[in-house]
């Protein structure tokens, strides 16, 4: 272990959490919040600060710097996300550190009511001693994703103030945005210039994930037939009732994501809207296997068709779009990365944990568009949440595990 990394692991955290970079998927702007530029403003000067080159802020929002090679290798991308999640609360966001963790009940200033325990949170119980961080109660913390820039942040300095530090070409970007699957610009694979990449975007300890979900959006558009209801007998075709016959059809005691785990997919209604006249649904498709992906809109799409047969003086439409695949798919071809991090864990004792991601990553569309890119842990825990939390001698780990990795790509 090594104690310097944890000080200032410890230090660039708390300042990253306290600088609110939520991002917002109503916003069609890039980056969809100004305030992530806060964020990307200070990584600039503090990458320029410790001797970083060719650093940037891109048009569309990203930071990329090059850690110069010690020796010829692949050029490796490590890449961290600078948004929080816009499902909590992240204005104001106040991190402390409890040091030296004695594995009670940790309470929170600004929530009386709220408590984190090792008994709800066995992971917690696992960190005696060490220095856990949190939010005050009334917000996320936002260690998803500053501890990834935070770990990036401090194997950056380390190797540039160590030039002996033996290492391939580095190249780093901090993407806004990618809470709302916006993350990877068409332009960030040719402008990051790496053969294979990473994010460390992952929990706990040993973390290395390269399979996610594949995953499809459908729109359900059903018009019925408007007409005065005092008028309707025999005419009026209510696209309400219509929605709610659809629903009521779907499969509801399985293929949902609170009935199912593992490697099973669901079909998830996330949003519904109109009136009598058109009502317009959203659905998440996921499944891990290309199939499964496919039945899961076939079987939407038949159930469409089906209540469209009943009535046929109703029009409805069902669009299927692709959102992002498994990166499993490209990564099985040539598993170099995935295998270059499990060596690096076990160098320095740590037994890698490879489990399917059910969501995605900014790796997965990286991945799709050419770059291969596992997700690494940071030790982030409870993360979208007030009990969001963080040890600080994890994200030691997880920068020596950055280290490993970067000497382990030389042989
Ligand atoms: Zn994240």
């Given at each position: 272990?090594?104690?310097?990394?944890?000080?200032?692991?410890?230090?660039?955290?708390?300042?990253?959490?306290?600088?609110?970079?939520?991002?917002?998927?109503?916003?069609?702007?890039?980056?969809?919040?100004?305030?992530?530029?806060?964020?990307?403003?200070?990584?600039v000067?503090?990458?320029?600060?410790?001797?970083?080159?060719?650093?940037?802020?891109?048009?569309?929002?990203?930071?990329?710097?090059?850690?110069?090679g010690?020796?010829?290798g692949?050029?490796?991308?490590?890449?961290?996300?600078?948004?929080?999640?816009?499902?909590?609360n992240?204005?104001?966001?106040?991190?402390?550190?409890?040091?030296?963790?004695?594995?009670?009940?940790?309470?929170?200033?600004?929530a009386?009511?709220?408590?984190?325990?090792p008994?709800d949170?066995?992971y917690?119980?696992?960190?005696?001693?060490?220095?856990?961080?949190?939010?005050?109660?009334?917000?996320?913390?936002?260690?998803?994703?500053?501890?990834?820039?935070?770990?990036?942040?401090?194997?950056?300095?380390?190797?540039?103030?160590?030039?002996?530090?033996?290492?391939?070409?580095?190249?780093?970007?901090?993407?806004?945005?990618?809470?709302?699957?916006?993350g990877?610009?068409?332009r960030?694979?040719?402008?990051?210039?790496?053969?294979?990449?990473?994010?460390?975007?992952?929990?706990?300890?040993?973390?290395?994930?390269?399979?996610?979900?594949?995953?499809?959006?459908?729109?359900?558009t059903?018009?019925?037939?408007?007409?005065?209801?005092?008028?309707?007998?025999?005419?009026?075709?209510?696209?309400?009732?219509?929605?709610?016959?659809?629903?009521?059809?779907?499969?509801?005691?399985?293929?949902?994501?609170?009935?199912?785990?593992?490697?099973?997919?669901?079909?998830?209604?996330?949003?519904?809207?109109?009136?009598?006249?058109?009502?317009?649904?959203?659905?998440?498709?996921?499944?891990?296997?290309?199939?499964?992906?496919?039945?899961k809109?076939?079987?939407?799409?038949?159930?469409?068709?089906?209540?469209?047969?009943?009535?046929?003086?109703?029009?409805?439409?069902?669009?299927?779009?692709?959102?992002?695949?498994?990166?499993?798919?490209?990564?099985?071809?040539?598993?170099?990365?995935?295998?270059?991090?499990?060596?690096?864990?076990?160098?320095l004792?740590?037994?890698?944990?490879?489990i399917?991601?059910?969501?995605?990553?900014?790796?997965?569309?990286?991945?799709?568009?050419?770059?291969?890119?596992?997700?690494?842990?940071?030790?982030m825990?409870?993360?979208?949440?007030?009990?969001?939390?963080?040890?600080?001698?994890?994200?030691?780990?997880?920068?020596?595990?950055?280290?490993?990795?970067?000497?382990?790509?030389?042989?």
């Amino acid at each position: 272990m090594m104690p310097e990394f944890t000080e200032e692991l410890i230090d660039r955290l708390t300042r990253y959490c306290a600088i609110d970079s939520q991002s917002d998927a109503s916003s069609p702007s890039s980056p969809s919040t100004a305030i992530q530029l806060d964020m990307q403003r200070l990584l600039v000067e503090e990458l320029t600060g410790i001797g970083a080159q060719d650093v940037t802020l891109t048009d569309y929002g990203t930071v990329l710097a090059t850690i110069p090679g010690t020796d010829p290798g692949p050029t490796i991308g490590f890449l961290a996300h600078v948004d929080t999640a816009p499902q909590f609360n992240a204005t104001g966001v106040k991190p402390r550190v409890i040091r030296g963790y004695n594995g009670g009940a940790i309470t929170y200033p600004d929530a009386p009511d709220l408590s984190l325990t090792p008994e709800d949170f066995p992971y917690l119980g696992e960190k005696l001693g060490h220095d856990i961080i949190t939010a005050s109660g009334t917000t996320l913390l936002g260690a998803d994703d500053k501890a990834g820039v935070a770990i990036l942040m401090t194997a950056a300095r380390h190797m540039l103030m160590n030039p002996d530090h033996p290492r391939p070409t580095l190249r780093l970007a901090f993407t806004p945005d990618e809470e709302i699957g916006r993350g990877v610009d068409p332009r960030l694979p040719e402008d990051l210039g790496a053969d294979f990449a990473y994010t460390f975007d992952g929990g706990r300890v040993g973390e290395v994930e390269y399979e996610t979900f594949s995953a499809d959006l459908a729109l359900v558009t059903i018009t019925g037939v408007s007409i005065h209801p005092g008028f309707a007998t025999g005419k009026l075709v209510s696209a309400i009732q219509l929605a709610a016959k659809l629903l009521q059809t779907l499969p509801q005691a399985t293929m949902t994501p609170d009935t199912t785990s593992g490697r099973d997919g669901f079909i998830h209604a996330t949003d519904m809207e109109g009136d009598a006249a058109e009502m317009r649904l959203t659905f998440i498709l996921r499944d891990f296997e290309r199939d499964g992906l496919a039945a899961k809109g076939a079987l939407l799409e038949q159930l469409c068709a089906a209540i469209a047969a009943s009535e046929p003086r109703a029009t409805i439409t069902c669009q299927i779009t692709p959102q992002y695949r498994n990166m499993r798919y490209w990564l099985e071809d040539d598993m170099t990365p995935v295998t270059l991090a499990h060596d690096a864990a076990r160098a320095l004792g740590i037994e890698p944990v490879s489990i399917p991601i059910r969501g995605g990553t900014d790796g997965s569309r990286l991945t799709e568009m050419g770059v291969p890119c596992p997700n690494l842990f940071t030790g982030m825990q409870n993360i979208h949440g007030p009990l969001e939390w963080i040890s600080a001698q994890d994200m030691a780990r997880a920068t020596e595990f950055c280290l490993s990795l970067t000497r382990q790509a030389l042989k």
